[in-house]
């Protein structure tokens, strides 16, 4: 982990001390209403506190207290607080915005407070304080608490600018607030004294529940903060922030080099695409369903649909060759000029369109890695090829980058603050029997399912005897893909405390819709016969992690994209993938302290150890 992030983690304590100092314990008598909790610790009397308004209100007829936050650490401005010019300004204080809705005091049966605290976010950088009514309609009811993660407000600046100090570097306060959780600790800590106030006794168990950029500041919360919570739910996470965002625009600007080199991709050519491997691969997972269980297995190639080859759809739907090559690039993912994959693909089955313009997503870490709010996403090439193609064409390429040279760049500036990925700090969360449930959809067209299984992956190599060791994490730690879901949440909350709190361990996931039974990976569903739709058909077992599968998802190590190397787990390396290797794949005995990734060379030669938490 980048040293000066470690730095400003560790200064979250001293900044908000005074939401524990101001605290001075429940009152001889509860507070007879939500305006009265305003003349009280820890809002009253509190520094920390700008402003706060707390007014009953009502959700599906249940009453509670909504309070809103103004907060405002003493030290939370300038270089002390790690925040640079112009947002906020130097003697100007960051505001972050907590909401916080505690179900009223004097409500009885499944609408009284059950004790539980929940906490979340919404997507992407959230900027705007979540609702949390849900909570409120639990049974019983929980307590649901949320932040802006520290921006969305006038002072922030527009857009994603809050993050970036034009042409200086990363306004790294802001960022700490959103992706290192600092916000969301100012809520989990605020929430839980605002209910010893109010109820008089303490909060018993404390969840963080999230989707997408909700799941990875679940994450920051998890690595960050581990002390507050007892249990996570994290769906279709975006901790990966850099490097899934510039992955973002991998098929656009692999459509863009098409276009350069041949007739541009259409739509019907897409769908063409899309039907013909779904009808391929389908059947691989054992049951012809609509679902591809395990997307990896689908090596079907868009070759297939070259006009004039059989079985290939007509005319204007086939493929010449170089558009055949070029959709198969799409899908393969992004390779360096040594042809090491750099980060997961999208799988086979997602229909990813035919624009060639960068996405919003990609042009928001393009500008933050550059040090610039005003750079073009359309200066992101596939490859250096496409650059000179561009330039042959007239194009102005003079700040074109590669993508290879994009996503080192992006590891080396900015992925250290925004990605929320570093194993090794869940030792903690591990150590205070944390249960931790993540969900991700196969068909997931907005965040790489792949993206959860390479955290996965990290975290049962670090844990494990260095080879990624999926069962020893399956106590605390389970992570269930969901065949032919795209980016939607998994309920999975019920699981995540009927585990924590009676013991119950999620075997298995039933769903009502879609795919109907999830297991935790490497278990997959297997079907016994009978309807598809009946969950008592599927039982969980085998393993997903063939050798084919493991060697597909090594990339290259974290800060070396550009390298000719890829990771290594132990045993899980290139070595190992070698055709004729007989180096096993499964782990090793255990061993009290887990041996560390290792980077290897293109002939397979290991290179030099890395030092545990520098792989990101």
Known sequence: MNQQRGTLVALSAALFSALALTHGGAS??????????????????NPAVFSATSVQATTSGRAYC????????????GAAGGYADP??????????????????????????????????????????????????????????????????TADSGPGDSWGVVQGEGLNHGKVEDWAGGRSNYVAVRLAKQLAQTYYGRSVERTYWTGFSGGG??????????????????????????QKFRLADSWDEIARKKIAQQTSALTAGQMTAVVSAARAACDPLD???????????????????????????PAAPNCLNEIQAAGVDRIYDGPRNRFGKRIWPAYDHGINLGT??????????????????????????????????????????????????????????????????????????????????????????SAIHWRNALDMYTRAAAY?????????????????????????????????????????????????TTGFRVLCPFPQQAIHLGGSATDPNNFVCGGNLQTKEAICTDLRTPYKEETSDKLQAYGRHNPAACNEKSNVPLGPGPAAVVSEEFRGYDADDEPAAEQVPGDDG
């Open 28 to 45: 001889a008598q509860l507070p007879a209403s939500c305006a009265e909790l305003l003349t009280l610790p820890p809002l009253a009397g």
């Open 66 to 77: 909504n309070v809103q936050v103004v907060w405002r650490g003493p030290d939370l401005r």
């Open 87 to 152: 947002y906020p300004a130097q003697n100007t204080y960051q505001h972050i915005r907590v909401g916080i809705a505690l179900p009223l005091n004097t409500n009885t049966g499944d609408a009284a407070w059950g004790g539980r605290l929940i906490l979340t976010a919404g997507g992407g950088a959230q900027g705007s304080v979540p609702s949390q009514t849900a909570r409120i309609q639990m049974n019983p009811a929980a307590i649901g608490a949320g932040t802006d993660s520290g921006h969305g």
């Open 216 to 241: 990875h500041m679940g994450w920051a919360q998890a690595l960050f903060y581990p002390e507050e919570y007892d249990g996570f739910l994290i769906n279709s996470p975006a901790n990966h922030w």
């Open 286 to 312: 054992g049951v012809v369903d609509g679902f591809l269980a395990d997307p990896r297995k689908c090596t079907w190639s868009a070759r297939a649909n070259i006009c004039g080859v059989e079985g290939a």
């Open 355 to 444: 624009s060639q313009n960068t996405q919003g997503s990609t042009v928001q870490v393009l500008r933050w890695t550059m040090f610039d709010n005003t750079f073009s996403g359309a200066n992101l090439y596939a490859d250096q090829e496409s650059i000179d193609l561009a330039a042959a064409a007239g194009a102005n390429v003079s700040q074109a980058i590669t993508y290879e040279d994009a996503a080192l760049l992006g590891s080396l500036r900015t992925a250290d603050y925004t990605d929320a990925d570093f194993v090794e700090l869940l030792r903690e969360a591990y150590n205070r029997g944390i249960k931790i449930i993540v969900t991700h959809g196969t068909a997931d």
């Open 463 to 511: 844990f494990g005897n260095g080879t990624p060791d999926y069962e020893g994490l399956h106590s605390w730690y389970r992570f269930f893909p969901v065949p032919g879901l795209g980016h939607a949440a998994v309920n999975a909350l019920p699981q995540v405390i009927d585990w924590v709190e009676n013991g119950v361990v999620p075997d298995r996931i039933v769903r």
